[in-house]
């Protein structure tokens, strides 16, 4: 009887410690926490969700701008400028963007979808100023040099050879896509077509470049152990002062009889040929 009583009151007392403690912990440490955002005067939009369960942060800078937008003639410019993102700005050689970010225990990656280009850093949260000060500069300070174009240009072809020519069921669904979206930009595979690819140049990028990264084009996304009012200064600090661009305003395209469709079914089927 009395082992019985003793651990009936060590369950009750742990049961009511539980709740006691439950009660007591702060809402954002169980729940997500609202986004708060802040619009800078020169149109950038900053987004911040605090979570402290961890010193870590993630910051991220997302484009409107992606394989959608191209035209026929430079597919792929999307995705190749992502890759010229890392090759140095003014102040900065290239490579030394990562090589910054790894010193200070951090990560970062980057990402092109179909309207989207987006690039971001995981690092400890003591660290975020470093990272927003290096992506407002490659935002508008970025270098173009031939040499680390025409290197970079062949890694993304190869990555093309990768993921889509040697690998049949991306082939498969890339031929898709060509056929079913007659009237969408969406046909155009984001990795670009080969053709485009080489014949592209370091022109096409620089201009893909000041055409589209600007920061009344672009987000910023801070997610972590962070103050949003801090966010939000910092954010005004490096990306402030940036200048604002003429984003070009895109129009819908017009509707495509069955004509066309078959006609451009000939002519992917003529391109890549099923054998």
Known sequence: MKVKVIVGIAVLTLVLGWVIFYDNVPESAHNDEAVQSYTL?????????????????????????????????????????EHMMFKGTKSHVAGEFSEII?????????????????????IANDRLELC???????????VFDEKEFLKEIEVVKEERRLRTDDKPSALTYERFNAVAYTNSPYRRPIIGWMEDL????????????ETWYAPNNAT?????????SEVFALAKKYFGKLSASDIPQLKPGTKQNNTV???????????????
Not at 105 to 119: I, K, L, P
Not at 222 to 227: P, S
Not at 261 to 275: D, E, G, M, S, T
Request: charged share 20%; with cysteine.
């Open 41 to 81: 005067s020169n149109g950038m939009k900053v987004l911040v969700i605090e979570n402290h369960r961890a010193p870590v942060v993630v910051s991220q800078v997302w484009y409107k701008i992606g394989a959608s937008y191209e035209h026929d003639g430079i597919t792929g410019i999307s995705h190749v400028l």
């Open 102 to 122: 790894a010193a200070n225990g951090g990560e970062e990656n980057a990402f092109t979808g179909q309207d989207y280009t987006a690039y971001f850093q995981k």
């Open 132 to 142: 927003l000060e290096m992506e407002a500069d490659r935002m508008r300070n970025l």
């Open 198 to 209: 080489d014949t592209m140049t370091v022109n096409d990028a620089q201009q893909w470049y």
């Open 220 to 228: 910023l996304v801070v997610a972590g152990d962070v103050e949003s």
């Open 261 to 275: 469709h078959n006609a451009l079914l000939w002519q992917y089927q003529r391109k890549y040929p099923i054998c």
